[in-house]
């Protein structure tokens, strides 16, 4: 057994991690983050990695990329409180992880010729772009003038991660697509209590909401991901193009 690929040790690991994570939030047990939050990402990057290197094609290095990104982001977050420019550092680097996120679903897309499914991804799509535009709206205006342009670049390019994951519809399979839907839906939502928290009022269970979301969020994209070069109708079709 290669520990590096299997599953239900590295997701177990991955929700102690959480876990531990949110008790030194909630607790304000710095050190405990401190350990934690980068081991988050490191791992599953890891599980990732080794599930998915034997395929290594663009969509697997694009959300690989995220992953990575992600970890940075999540560092320089860890030391917001000690200077204010870490946030914009996180918040670079997060906008470069969903740029990956962005740019491996549009992979998928331009893989498909299929025209099924169309409207219903168009249709979630809309509704994805619908709440992206409304929370700006309610948000910006909370926002210090110097900020207001990263964040909403940021906002933006979220929204578009989530729009091109809700258009996989009817062009990957269908565990694939609700996984990484799911997960993009609860990054959203985590960035979106994140942006609240700091901007328009503080909630008191920012400090375990926005990392459960967050948690859960990017270990549903890489599942799905795994989930649709790992199917084995994906790996005879990539066998067939390939000779």
């Known amino acids: 057994m290669d520990i590096r690929k299997h599953t239900p040790l590295n997701l177990g690991l991955y929700a102690a991690l959480l876990i ?13 983050v401190y350990l934690t939050k980068p ?18 094609d663009r969509f697997t290095l694009l959300v690989q990329a995220g992953l990575f990104f992600s970890l940075l982001g999540d560092v320089a977050l860890m030391f917001q409180h000690i200077d204010e420019f870490n946030f914009l550092l996180g918040l670079s680097a997060f906008f470069i992880a969903q ?8 992979q998928n897309l331009s893989e498909s010729a299929s025209g099924r499914g169309l409207m219903m991804g168009a ?16 948000i910006l205006p909370r926002v210090d ?18 729009m091109l994951a809700a258009l996989r519809y009817g062009r990957t399979y269908r565990e694939s ?3 990484v839907l799911i997960g993009a839906a609860f990054f959203i939502t985590s960035d979106s209590l994140l942006a609240i928290n700091r901007f328009a009022r503080p909630l008191d ?25 790992l199917n084995p109708e994906e790996i005879r079709r990539k066998a067939a193009l390939s000779t």
Do not use: D, K
């Not at 531990?20 to 405990?32: C, P, T, Y």
């Not at 249709?123 to 309610?138: C, I, K, N, Q, R």
């Open 39 to 56: 081991l988050l990402m490191g791992l599953l990057g890891s599980w990732f990695f080794f599930n998915s290197r034997r395929v290594g």
């Open 99 to 106: 740029l990956c996120y962005a740019l491996a679903f549009a």
């Open 123 to 138: 249709l979630l799509a809309v509704l994805v772009a619908a709440y992206g535009a409304f929370f700006a709206l309610e």
């Open 177 to 179: 697509f609700w996984l």
């Open 205 to 229: 269970h920012a400090p375990w909401s926005v990392m459960v979301t967050y948690g859960i969020g990017q270990v549903l994209i890489a599942a799905g991901a795994l989930w649709h070069v």
């Open 145 to 162: 003038q110097a900020l207001q342009p990263a964040v909403l670049i940021y906002a933006i390019a979220i929204c578009t991660m989530g």
């Open 20 to 32: 531990l994570n949110i008790i030194g939030e909630v607790n304000g047990a710095r050190w405990l």
